[in-house]
């Protein structure tokens, strides 16, 4: 049962490694162009992660229970260390994550952190042709250093949503009231 629990503990580290934009064979950032980048797989995966989270604490009766809120100390904020250059929301959340203590703090996703944007104003959200749902900048984003930049993804050009130097300095020191808007 032990070798189990620390086979499937290893396996959800590689996952949340993927999930937040990390080739877990060499640490390297996975390169923007991968499949592994786009949405409707980075979502599939934090639900993975989720679903593997409820089931590894429902079959241990003696676990922690899990944090429900964001919590972020003045010094875990100090500590944060952003890549240079424009970044995507699920590199600039897992820069955040990497320094909170997840046994007192719940960890943030790129899908909240833009949810959230939106309800503010900051981000919009466009359907496409088929329907499908894209979160997008509007005529206040480039006013907190969010940017649109041009990419392709399997023979499609799209916008990808990039957070700048400013725009990364807005969301750390904005976190909490970010997340309770």
């Known amino acids: 049962m032990k070798a189990s629990a620390d086979r499937l503990l290893k396996a959800k580290e590689v996952i949340q490694q993927i999930a937040n934009g990390v080739n877990p064979l060499d640490q390297s950032e996975i390169p923007d162009d991968s499949f592994l980048h786009h949405p409707k797989i980075i979502r599939s995966l934090f639900c993975l992660l989720d679903y593997m ?22 010094e875990q904020k100090s500590a944060v260390e952003f ?8 590199v600039l959340v897992k820069a955040i994550n990497l320094v909170i203590d997840p046994t007192t703090s719940k960890k943030l996703n790129g899908a909240g952190l833009n949810k959230q944007l939106k309800k503010l104003g900051i981000l ?19 006013g907190y250093g969010i940017i649109a930049q041009r990419r392709v993804f399997d023979g499609v050009e799209y916008d990808q ?12 020191q904005n976190i909490e009231s970010l997340l309770n808007a």
């Open 53 to 74: 989270d409820k089931e590894m604490n429902n079959s241990s009766s003696h676990s922690q229970p899990k944090p429900k809120t964001f919590m972020i100390t003045a």
């Open 83 to 90: 890549p240079d250059g424009p970044i995507g929301v699920n």
């Open 124 to 142: 919009s959200e466009e359907i496409d042709e088929k329907g499908k749902k894209r979160t997008i900048v509007n005529e206040n984003s480039e």
């Open 161 to 172: 949503v990039l957070f700048d130097e400013e725009g990364k300095a807005f969301v750390l």
